[in-house]
Nanobody, 125 residues
């Protein structure tokens, strides 16, 4: 019913910026409630929460990205964005877009039903 496609990853220098996009291609009826967000996973590391946004506009950020990353959404386009500023080498990871048809899904990856394939972000020092 849902396919998530990420884009916008790439290679940047420390201190640079990237903007990730995630488009949700959905079939069937539409849902009024959802949480969409981003996780990331570095090689040899566990996946970690980055940010999320709910259908009502509420946002949540991991402490490690507060003040540097901004999540936003466009309901009409069924798209979420992650603006990443002041990137650090520790931000290097594959970034995954996620969606669940409920609110308050938070930082637990098990709460999200749908996952994208990921986009690579590499930050050099």
């Amino acid at each position: 019913q849902v396919q998530l496609t990420e884009s916008g990853g790439g290679l940047v220098q420390a201190g640079g910026s990237l903007r990730l996009s995630c488009v949700a291609f959905e079939s069937g009826w539409s849902y009024s409630r959802y949480t969409m967000g981003w996780f990331r996973q570095a090689p040899g590391k566990e996946r970690t929460f980055v940010a999320s946004i709910e259908s009502g506009g509420r946002t949540l950020y991991a402490d490690s990205v507060k003040g540097r990353f901004t999540i936003s959404g466009d309901n009409a386009k069924k798209t979420v964005y992650l603006q990443m500023d002041n990137l650090k080498p520790d931000d290097t990871a594959v970034y995954y877009c996620v969606k669940d048809f409920n609110r308050h899904r938070g930082s637990n990856p098990d709460n999200y039903e749908h996952w994208g394939q990921g986009t690579q972000v590499t930050v050099s020092s």
